[in-house]
């Protein structure tokens, strides 16, 4: 059986590192420049395979010579790749600016990804035999409820992590069993900033919700329960680009595992926070003998 598979989106992010990212109009010059295999759905992948998940990838790559090196990535990962597809022309790119801060501004081009609108052959019963299904939107949203649907039909867990934010259709959060916005995402779709009322509200539309709080943590809710805040590991960020897909693919690893919901966003904050402290989205990932050890580079306290 395999214990997760993703749903999601292959990207080459062409990453330039600025002291501080140009405003419109602007010209600034940068430092250095890399090209780092990511896409949310891989760096979810990649994360929890890291973390010790056994981890399928469906989606799409290209022709190019991007999607070679994106597949090879996943494969090095311990990342099954058998129904990962090649669709003719170029593979998806994300065109990133990093600040020597750690923030980042992105623009994302779909590419191959945008053809992964609908399940093909073997797909769904792959999710059939799988513990938790992850999914985002880089991909159509017609290829992301369509998993959806096949992993509610076979009683698998669906995490959804809502980003880039836009409106959620509701046959999609009718099948959606864990919501991971981070702050923004969660204020977006509810319109409320504050994320304790912002995963309130939620709630009344899906059954659980993490909602990342970046250097502050994260905070739990389910309907009939308490909200829970579990605190981050303080440390000097360098690239926050996969934050995010880290604490989702590890964090889903624990909860297949079994562990409960506070310890699954401790360990999934520890590895959060070693990530942010290295360049890159899929580089930057730990494995899990560094996250079971939580050491923490540069870390300035607990």
């Keep these: 059986m395999t214990g997760i598979v993703v749903l999601g989106s292959t990207n080459m992010d062409l990453v330039a590192y600025v002291p501080k990212a140009p405003q419109r109009g ?11 295999p990511g896409g949310k759905g891989a760096n979810q992948a990649v994360a929890a395979a890291r973390a010790g998940g056994e981890v399928a990838m469906i989606g799409a790559v290209g022709t190019d010579a991007f999607g070679v090196v994106l597949r090879e990535t996943l494969e090095h990962s311990a990342v099954d790749t058998d129904l990962l597809r090649t669709a003719e022309g170029p593979s998806g790119t994300a065109h990133i600016v990093v600040d020597d801060v750690g923030g980042n501004a992105i623009v994302v081009i779909p590419g191959a990804n945008g053809t992964v609108d609908h399940l093909t052959p ?26 959806a649907e096949a992993a509610h039909r076979h009683g698998v867990r669906t995490v959804l992590t809502p980003a880039p ?18 702050e923004h ?21 899906v059954p659980q919700v993490v909602i990342t709080l970046g250097a502050a943590g994260s905070l739990h809710a389910a309907r009939g329960a308490e909200p829970v805040t579990v605190p981050a590991p303080r440390v000097r960020a360098v690239d926050t680009t996969a934050a995010g897909d880290t604490f989702v693919g590890v964090l889903t690893v624990a909860l297949v595992e079994g562990r409960p919901m506070p310890e699954a966003m401790a360990w999934a904050s520890t590895a959060a926070a070693l990530s942010v402290q290295r360049a890159g989205a899929s580089s930057s990932m730990p494995y899990r003998p560094e996250i079971d050890a939580g050491r923490l580079e540069g870390a300035t306290g607990g």
């Design 165 to 182: 934010a836009q409106p959620l259709p509701p046959e999609l959060l009718a099948v959606t069993d864990l919501l991971v916005p981070n």
């Design 122 to 147: 073997g797909d769904e019963t792959l999710i059939a035999a799988a513990d938790a299904l992850l999914l985002q939107l880089e991909l159509p949203l017609a290829g992301v409820i369509a998993g």
């Design 26 to 36: 602007e010209t600034v010059t940068g430092r250095e420049f890399r090209t780092v």
């Design 185 to 205: 995402e969660a204020a977006l779709l509810t319109g409320i900033a504050d994320p304790r009322a912002a995963a309130e509200a939620l709630l009344r539309q």
